[in-house]
């Protein structure tokens, strides 16, 4: 069989550039669209967000404001929030793995299968 110079021997994919983007066949939604298209999409999807109005105490607003000096105010509150959201299914798992562990230890010490 002759090599075919599209699909060379390697597990490596092509190299992602703009040529190799022209050649793509890039579709939005089940429908080709052109790279314009195909960018203003994906530009679209990375910058989607949902806006919230919510009413802060003026002590937790104040935190926030001091801080917004460094970085912007609402990447800010998000990057908190997901930390926050991060650690406590973090917790929770710990939380379960503990209660597991703990449970296991229980149940071999009080049905006889420990010495002492």
């Given at each position: 069989?002759?090599?075919?110079?599209?699909?060379?021997?390697?597990?490596?994919?092509?190299?992602?550039?703009?040529?190799?983007?022209?050649?793509?066949?890039?579709?939005?939604?089940?429908?080709?669209?052109?790279?314009?298209?195909?960018?203003?999409?994906?530009?679209?999807?990375?910058?989607?967000?949902?806006?919230?109005?919510?009413?802060?105490?003026?002590?937790?607003?104040?935190?926030f404001k001091r801080r917004?000096?460094?970085?912007?105010?609402?990447?800010?509150?998000?990057?908190?929030?997901?930390?926050?959201?991060?650690?406590?299914?973090?917790?929770e798992a710990l939380r379960?793995?503990?209660?597991?562990?703990?449970?296991?230890?229980?149940?071999?010490?009080?049905?006889?299968?420990?010495?002492?």
């Amino acid at each position: 069989m002759k090599p075919n110079p599209s699909f060379p021997d390697s597990d490596d994919p092509p190299e992602c550039t703009l040529e190799n983007m022209k050649k793509a066949r890039l579709r939005v939604g089940l429908k080709d669209v052109s790279l314009e298209e195909w960018q203003a999409s994906v530009r679209k999807r990375l910058n989607e967000s949902v806006n919230l109005n919510i009413t802060l105490e003026p002590d937790i607003a104040a935190w926030f404001k001091r801080r917004a000096e460094i970085t912007e105010f609402n990447g800010l509150i998000n990057s908190i929030l997901r930390e926050a959201i991060h650690s406590k299914e973090l917790e929770e798992a710990l939380r379960k793995l503990t209660h597991g562990e703990l449970q296991h230890v229980l149940l071999t010490s009080f049905d006889g299968n420990t010495k002492g």
